[in-house]
């Protein structure tokens, strides 16, 4: 088990589109949640893994979401909140833009010393919720055998951080 909760692919950030395609491929209604999960109760593990979800690289098609009960806030957000580094309520890291409100910039400490301060207290925190999951292969088929062992070259490299970057920030917006 490896990973952070601040690792953008923590979050399945459309897995409700993922699951409404799912449904939808291996024929079952997508219109309600209800029955779409009662009718993907029934179908085999096969039927599910053979339906390629055409998730992009880096992201991830399901797992947690913020549902505002059991992830009741962005990752970030809670590790400030929980360590005293969030100073308005007003904060997101969602990239949806902002309120418009007025509020000023300093409300709310910038992005680079909300950082350090988690960094710093983070050492600190004696308690903290977990969530986990297992997996039998960390980051599949992203490196061969020969580049594990060697390394990859400079234009490999730049292919994989070029996509990285363009998933990472540009898929959503």
Do not use: W
């Amino acid at each position: 088990m490896s990973g952070s909760a601040l690792e953008p692919a923590s979050i399945a950030r459309d897995a409700d589109t993922y699951a409404r395609h799912l449904a939808k491929t291996i024929n079952c209604p997508n219109f309600d949640n209800v029955v779409m999960v009662d009718c993907l109760r029934q179908k085999s593990v096969e039927d599910i893994l053979r339906v390629d979800l055409m998730t992009p690289q880096h992201l991830t098609a399901f797992g947690p979401i913020v549902d505002g009960i059991v992830v009741p806030l962005e990752p970030r957000q809670l590790m400030l909140r929980r360590t005293g580094g969030e100073t308005s309520s007003s904060s997101s890291t969602s990239g949806s833009g902002s309120s418009g409100s007025g509020s000023s910039s300093s409300s709310t400490p910038s992005q680079s010393s909300q950082q350090t301060f988690l960094l710093n207290s983070m050492a600190s925190q004696r308690t903290v919720d977990l969530m986990f999951g297992v997996t039998r292969v960390e980051t599949p088929f992203i490196f061969s055998g020969q580049e594990e062992r060697h390394g990859i070259d400079l234009s490999r490299r730049e292919r994989i951080l070029r996509t990285l970057v363009r998933n990472l920030f540009d898929y959503h917006q």
